[in-house]
């Protein structure tokens, strides 16, 4: 689940994963291996993302999943359906055919980017 969050911050602030991978200081195979979840971050990289988009890094922490099986099932459950809410945010982005600049008042990414 961390993976598509990391994701999700990506494609968000419009960033392609070779200007992200720059930034991280790491290739962009090992990016895009993070990102499909075929590896898992490490806490500097968490770190790095949180950096880069000026969030804390527990922020990214609520989408990792425990192998012990201790982690709250409703935490989990919410982390999901944040994970889909955000899926659907940029899913309407991109149907929309509208550049970031051009936004309507309405448009969900504009709120969340008001000062």
């Known amino acids: 689940m961390i993976n598509r969050a990391l994701r999700l911050a990506r494609e ?3 960033m ?3 200007e992200l991978a720059k930034r ?3 290739s962009t195979s090992y990016l895009s291996e ?4 075929k ?3 490490t806490i500097e990289l968490l770190n790095g993302y949180a950096e880069v988009f000026g969030v804390p890094p527990s922020t990214f922490l609520m989408f990792r999943e425990q192998a012990s099986g201790k ?3 409703k935490k989990q459950e919410r982390a ?3 994970l889909q809410f955000f899926e659907w945010v940029a899913r309407e982005d991109d149907e929309s055919g509208e550049a970031e600049e051009a936004a309507p008042a309405g ?3 504009e709120a969340i980017h008001a000062p």
């Open 80 to 82: 999901r359906k944040l």
């Open 24 to 26: 991280l200081k790491i």
């Open 34 to 37: 993070i990102e499909a979840g």
């Open 39 to 41: 590896k898992p971050p």
């Open 16 to 18: 392609k994963q070779v």
């Open 12 to 14: 968000f602030h419009r």
């Open 107 to 109: 448009n969900p990414k």
């Open 71 to 73: 982690e709250d099932p």
